[in-house]
């Protein structure tokens, strides 16, 4: 049936370096929609027998997944909470609890790149469905463990709820790049998703020490976050019917920018391509490395860092550090928004950079109860622009959305590598200064500024290259250029850039299998310190 849609004009590419060419701003400058009256694709039998999906029905699906992401968040957000009262319960240290933390992120650097290509070939509903039946089994063998009050089986019920986790964390995303295309729409998606599992975390992080002194067995703790996950596997199960449905009765949804037609699964396992992503893909993991890293190790610790700045019970510093964390839930959406339709993923890089590296700052320096209040003040309107930006630039730089959930699991893979091996130094660090964080905390500061100096390489590279420019373009600048997108695509796939950009991610990966290499050997470190736990 005819329709009207956006047509991006193709042409060959220039042969130019990536920096920006006067010619490549002139067509900038110039660019234009051309827009006809054109027959749909006939490429397949389904797209003449379904119909577009319709906006209600993609509501529906970031509803489902939200409420699906909220009972992970919440579970999330209780062993940060609960560091203190674990490490008396349990009779283990700085560095055993690091272990601990660092349990689930070991298990997923051994596992995360292949979740993330198996994702890709079968979809993220069906991955959801199985992860998260296996992270509610691993969060029942944890709460049997805080129960009877056992370091060793709380170590393998973490193990256990991690292969769970490893499988749902690309699978959500993976979903919602399928649904909604860079500055139309999988950015406000993000933000509502992220917003969402904020609240989740608040209430978990918040709600912790509560439960535990009212119990009288911090156990129920853990018991609590079973209940959830229960929660959380039944709106599961309704999401994947859910989509059953909605593959059957509509077909794809295309970029109106480039054209490309949006996949939830491959055919087939699609290495090739997640082998030579670009480069600007991984400016953008070189960013989430420092900047991710130093954000979820300090959110780990964070409840503690207030009991003693603060001189303060557990349960009023949960309260403290959830409040800093995650009040700026209701800024995600919104930031979501701001990107979707006005682009500067650039500029949102350089306010989640700085705004870390000031706050680590003043923490690391300003030992004072008004420095450290502020400090957890300027973090959390940090941490909360820091993941929809990051996750919607993967999605940005991309050229294939279909390889999308093995990129997203390298993201994964880097960070939780980074974890290890911050959380392991702080630890360590920690035990050595007398349970005080002076030392710690210049870790995090260090982190943070190495987060710092990415962006300002990004800011400068703006302004030499298209395709790093390109993430600061507006939604109507991304339709109109849409033919400049696919020109660059082409340049550095096929063209006189492909062995070039082949030959940086081939480095950049070969960095990303040494630095999981690196947090395996912290790890096992950890282990081996760790007083024969």
Request: proline share 2%.
């Amino acid at each position: 049936m005819p329709t009207t849609e956006i047509t991006p004009t193709h042409t060959r590419p220039s042969h130019s370096s990536s920096s920006g060419s006067s010619t490549t701003r002139e067509k900038e400058k110039d660019a234009e929609i051309n827009v006809t009256t054109t027959s749909r694709p006939e490429s397949t039998a389904s797209d003449r027998t379904t119909v577009p999906v319709p906006l209600s029905m993609k509501l529906i699906s970031i509803l489902l997944v939200s409420l699906i992401g909220f009972g992970g968040h919440w579970s999330s957000g209780v062993t940060g909470a609960m560091k203190s009262t674990l490490k008396k319960e349990l009779k283990i240290n700085n560095t055993k609890y690091a272990l601990l933390t660092s349990s689930q992120d070991f298990m997923v650097t051994v596992l995360i790149l292949f979740s993330g290509m198996w994702t890709d070939r079968v979809g993220g509903a069906s991955a959801m469905l199985y992860g998260n039946a296996l992270f509610s089994v691993g969060s029942i063998l944890i709460a049997g463990a805080a129960q009877c009050r056992s370091f060793k089986f709380m170590i393998f019920g973490t193990v256990v709820e991690s292969l769970g986790d490893i499988a749902t964390q690309v699978a959500q995303y993976k979903i919602f790049s399928s649904w909604f295309p860079p500055s139309a729409g999988f950015a406000a998606t993000l933000g509502f998703e992220l917003g969402i599992g904020k609240i989740g975390s608040f209430v978990g992080k918040s709600s912790a020490n509560i439960i535990a002194k009212n119990t009288g067995d911090f156990a129920w703790v853990y018991w609590t976050a079973v209940f959830m996950n229960i929660f959380t596997n039944v709106a599961t199960l309704v999401f994947w019917f859910f989509t059953k449905y909605a593959n059957k009765k509509f077909h794809g949804t295309n970029d109106p920018a480039t054209g490309e037609k949006l996949t939830e699964s491959n055919k087939k396992f699609e290495i090739r391509k997640v082998l030579e992503l670009p480069w600007t893909f991984w400016m953008v993991m070189l960013f989430t490395a420092f900047q991710t890293s130093t954000a979820i190790v300090f959110s780990q610790n964070s409840t503690e860092l207030a009991e003693q700045r603060f001189n303060v019970d557990s349960i009023k510093a949960g309260w403290y550090s959830a409040m800093t964390q995650y009040i700026g839930f209701f800024l995600v959406p919104l930031l979501g928004v701001f990107i979707d339709i006005l682009g500067n993923r650039i500029t949102v890089f350089a306010v989640v950079g700085l705004g870390c590296f000031l706050a680590m700052i003043l923490i690391a320096f300003g030992k004072t109860v008004g420095a450290t209040a502020a400090a957890f003040g300027i973090y959390g309107v940090a941490y909360s622009f820091g993941p929809t930006v990051i996750i919607d630039g993967i999605r940005t730089t991309m050229h294939y959305q279909g390889v999308f959930g093995s990129a997203y699991a390298i993201k994964i893979a880097i960070n939780n590598s980074m974890n290890i091996i911050i959380a392991m130094i702080t630890g360590a660090l920690q035990d050595a200064d007398n349970d005080s964080y002076d030392r710690a905390v210049i870790v995090y500061a260090a982190d943070s500024a190495a987060a710092c100096c990415v962006v300002l390489v990004m800011v400068v590279l703006c302004f030499r290259s298209v395709d790093m420019r390109s993430l600061q373009w507006t939604r109507k600048q991304r339709i109109a250029r849409g033919h400049i997108i696919n020109e660059r695509k082409e340049f550095n796939t096929t063209g006189e850039q492909y062995e070039r950009n082949k030959k940086i991610s081939g480095v950049f990966f070969g960095l990303v299998c040494l630095l999981i290499v690196g947090a395996w050997a912290a790890y096992i470190w950890g282990a081996a310190t760790g007083n024969n736990y």
